[in-house]
């Protein structure tokens, strides 16, 4: 069984746009911000963060997210309710 806080992009439209947004923000980044700068802010490794923002991060933990987005001043939102969305 896979850990519930390990976020499938293939399978979570919700995560996927998470990861969109990011990316997104991160080009935006007024001055640039460098993936040594961002991986500095948010905790995790400069390789890390490089395959994150490629893309080639399939698989990124809440945890992962949420140190991202803080580390580009951004806030993420978690909606747990089980009903879809319209």
Not at 18 to 44: N, V, Y
Not at 58 to 75: C, F, I, K, S
Not at 79 to 86: M, V
């Amino acid at each position: 069984m896979a850990s519930p806080w390990v976020i499938s992009h293939k399978t979570d439209k919700a995560a996927a746009r998470a990861m969109a947004i990011i990316r997104s923000k991160h080009a935006c980044w007024p001055g640039g911000m460098t993936h040594r700068e961002l991986a500095e802010r948010s905790g995790l490794t400069k390789s890390y963060v490089t395959n994150f923002l490629n893309g080639k991060c399939r698989n990124p933990t809440l945890y992962t997210l949420v140190a991202l987005a803080t580390a580009l001043d951004t806030r993420l939102e978690l909606n747990l309710n089980e009903e879809p969305q319209s």
